[in-house]
T-cell receptor, first 112, second 114 residues
């Protein structure tokens, strides 16, 4: 089935720094790809998605481009804020269309 | 709009005691439902999923079980908790059928087994 490999953390940045969290996928075909965010003590929220190759998902200043050449979906933000401190998960449908497989999560801490 | 509720938010239970966590979804019909566990500092482990009333698929054999007595109700249970059952339990739902694979998560239940 499909799988995603996510950059291990933790990642610590200063406010206004540039963020990249790497995610690569292995899949048959071109599945949808997702980034979820989990703020402390909460469940996961969908941050952004891309449904086909070359799509760019964006939300709250975060972006990720679905690149089939490199089988990647890296998450980027040009200027992080303290409020972006959270765990970020890359996800892709698994072998069953009803399930998602999640990366291991990357803890981001942004310092003021 | 759709909402998902999980309770309790936190739970402290002794080893060997039973467990019942409840999840309900509002504003949608016949959702796919999921239970995940997140151990401290780790990713998500899918425990169970359900595509309809009484239909449960188990992903990981263990001393937990799940039931779906109603269309929008999903219950995670155990007869005897183990220390290793401690973790953060998340319920999620998705639209059944079609190509919309987005999963929507509840706020989670933090379980500590002592």
């Amino acid at each position: 089935g499909n799988s995603v490999t996510q950059m291990e953390g933790p990642v610590t940045l200063s406010e206004e720094a540039f963020l990249t969290i790497n995610c690569t996928y292995t899949a048959t075909g071109y599945p949808s790809l997702f980034w979820y965010v989990q703020y402390p003590g909460e469940g996961l929220q969908l941050l952004l998605k891309a449904t086909k190759a070359d799509d760019k998902g964006s939300n709250k200043g975060f972006e990720a481009t679905y690149r089939k050449e490199t089988t990647s979906f890296h998450l980027e933000k040009g200027s992080v804020q303290v409020s972006d401190s959270a765990v970020y998960f890359c996800a892709s449908p698994s072998g069953s269309a009803r399930q998602l497989t999640f990366g291991s999560g990357t803890q981001l801490t942004v310092l003021p | 709009s759709q909402t998902i509720h999980q309770w309790p938010a936190t739970l402290v239970q002794p080893v060997g005691s039973p467990l019942s966590l409840e999840c309900t979804v509002e504003g949608t019909s016949n959702p796919n439902l999921y239970w995940y566990r997140q151990a401290a500092g780790r990713g998500l482990q899918l425990l169970f999923y359900s595509v309809g009333i009484g239909q449960i698929s188990s992903e990981v054999p263990q001393n937990l079980s799940a039931s779906r007595p109603q269309d929008r109700q999903f219950i995670l249970s155990s007869k005897k908790l183990l220390l290793s059952d401690s973790g953060f339990y998340l319920c999620a739902w998705s639209v059944s059928g079609g190509l919309n694979l987005i999963q929507y998560f509840g706020a989670g239940t933090r379980l500590s087994v002592l």
